[in-house]
C-alpha cells in the first residue's frame, strides 16, 4: 500500500520500469529462451505491472477525492482504514502529526508498523483527528 507521495513516486518508477521490461521481453523474442520460461517470465512481469498500477490507482484515488468511504470490514484491516482515511482527507504524515501534537516520525513510524505500538487512546485521537465516521454499528458476535 502506498502511504505517502515518496511512495507514489517510487512505485510510480517501478510501474515504468516493469512496462519497459515488459516490452523488451516483447521485443526481444527470447528465442534462446524454452517457450514456457518466455511465458512464465511475461505473466510474472504483467502481474507485477497489474499490482503496482492497483496501488497508484487507489492512491490516486484516495489522495484527489474521488474515493472518500473508506470500508472497515475487521479489526485487522483497522491501520489501512487509517492510513487510506489520512490520504482521503488530504493530510500527509507530517499534518496529521501537527493535528496531534506529535513529531512527523511517529505518525511515519505508526504507519510503518501498521499502528502495532499505538494505544487505543492513541488510535481514537487519530480517528477523531480523521474526521473519520461509521455509517452503521458495527455489530460484534461472541463465538458459540
Excluded: C
Excluded at 496529521?96 to 502495532?116: D, F, H, M, N, V
Amino acid at each position: 500500500m502506498i502511504k505517502n507521495e515518496r511512495q507514489y513516486r517510487i512505485t510510480k518508477a517501478q510501474a515504468e520500469r516493469f512496462a519497459q521490461a515488459l516490452s523488451a521481453v516483447a521485443a526481444d523474442g527470447r528465442q534462446h529462451l524454452h517457450p514456457a520460461l518466455r511465458k512464465a517470465e511475461v505473466e510474472a512481469l504483467r502481474s507485477q505491472l497489474a499490482d503496482l498500477k492497483k496501488e497508484l490507482a487507489e492512491y490516486d484515488a484516495l489522495s484527489s477525492g474521488r474515493r472518500r468511504v473508506v470500508p472497515l470490514d475487521s479489526i485487522e484491516a483497522l491501520p489501512k482504514t487509517l492510513i487510506q482515511a489520512r490520504i482521503a482527507a488530504g493530510l500527509t504524515q507530517e499534518e496529521l502529526a501537527q493535528k496531534l501534537g506529535l513529531r512527523p516520525q511517529q505518525i511515519q513510524r505508526y504507519e510503518a508498523t501498521s499502528y502495532q505500538s499505538a494505544s487505543l487512546e492513541r488510535i481514537n485521537q487519530i480517528v477523531r483527528a480523521l474526521g473519520v465516521k461509521l455509517d452503521h454499528p458495527a455489530k460484534l458476535r461472541v463465538a458459540s
